[in-house]
């Protein structure tokens, strides 16, 4: 069943199956193959928007971002090799640092399970949001379209970024076009946990902008999946059958912990 605001709220995991997986299949993008259009974003409360780090701080402190990175930059130096500041910020964001960036995953399972990793908040509806990447394309500004076609791509990656330059230069597009604009990108393959998360950043061209309000109002871009807290049970019980857990999604022994301390947890 569908909500009014066109939410599609799940009623069984059969359902489920067939609304992670639709339009899937696109001839003219995808080559004829069954590939999604979607990046997908899981969130163990429905009424959580897609706020970057940086914003859930709060406050002023989108006005300390060049200074935050740069100090990053500064005592991490002899662990990062030298790059642009879109790896910079890639791997910020992967060591938890406050960024602009806003992770998902090119996996729907992957999405379910952070919906469902929480059992504390299995009284809460989950949600996965599904963000239409060749969509959002077609808002960019005519240069990244052209970097792109340039490329011959669909998804920017860091070495295609190198082209726009600083984060300053970035933002100067929005000044440019009196408009906020967001771009996926793929990070580097720097760990296990990327590479085994399917992983992708989104970044707006502005560092106080909310994905969410961004793109409220134009629903070709977008689709919300309402995970009822009365299927999260079952949901996650088929995952972890699946083999989509924290052991495999977090390699390593804090991955295992994770994935023993959630496995065993009681059934309330």
């Not at 640092?97 to 996996?107: A, E, G, I």
């Given at each position: 069943m569908e909500s009014q605001n066109k939410d599609v709220i799940i009623d069984s995991w059969e359902q489920l199956q067939k609304v992670l997986f639709e339009d899937s299949y696109n001839a003219e993008k995808q080559w004829g193959r069954y590939r999604s259009p979607y990046a997908y974003r899981g969130l163990s409360d429905k009424s959580y928007e897609l706020k970057t780090s940086l914003v859930r701080l709060g406050g002023n402190y989108h006005e300390l971002e060049s200074h935050i990175l740069r100090n990053f930059k500064k005592y991490t130096s002899r662990q990062i090799k030298e790059g642009t500041v879109w790896e910079l910020l890639a791997v910020a964001q992967h060591h938890g640092?406050?960024?602009?960036?806003?992770?998902?995953?090119?996996?729907p399972y992957v999405a379910l399970h952070f919906a469902t990793e929480d059992t504390l908040k299995f009284d809460k509806d989950g949600i996965v949001w599904c963000i239409d990447i060749h969509k959002i394309n077609e808002k960019l500004p005519l240069q990244f379209k052209g970097i792109?076609?340039?490329?011959?791509?669909?998804?920017?990656?860091?070495?295609?970024?190198?082209?726009?330059?600083?984060?300053?230069?970035?933002?100067?597009?929005?000044?440019?076009?009196?408009?906020?604009?967001?771009?996926?990108?793929?990070?580097?393959?720097?760990?296990?946990?990327?590479?085994?998360?399917?992983?992708?950043?989104?970044?707006?061209?502005?560092?106080?902008?909310?994905?969410?309000?961004?793109?409220k109002?134009?629903?070709?871009?977008?689709?919300?999946?309402?995970?009822?807290?009365n299927l999260k049970w079952e949901i996650r019980d088929k995952l972890d059958q699946a083999n989509i857990n924290e052991r495999i999604l977090f390699p390593g022994l804090e991955g295992i912990s994770k994935w023993l301390k959630r496995y065993y947890s009681p059934k309330s």
């Open positions: 640092l406050p960024t602009r960036l806003l992770d998902w995953t090119f996996s792109l076609d340039k490329e011959g791509a669909y998804l920017f990656t860091v070495d295609i970024l190198r082209e726009i330059g600083s984060l300053a230069e970035f933002d100067k597009y929005r000044d440019l076009h009196n408009r906020d604009f967001s771009l996926f990108f793929e990070p580097p393959s720097l760990t296990d946990r990327i590479i085994n998360q399917y992983g992708c950043f989104s970044i707006m061209s502005n560092n106080r902008g909310i994905l969410n309000q961004f793109i109002g134009e629903p070709k871009l977008y689709k919300k999946i309402i995970i009822p807290s």
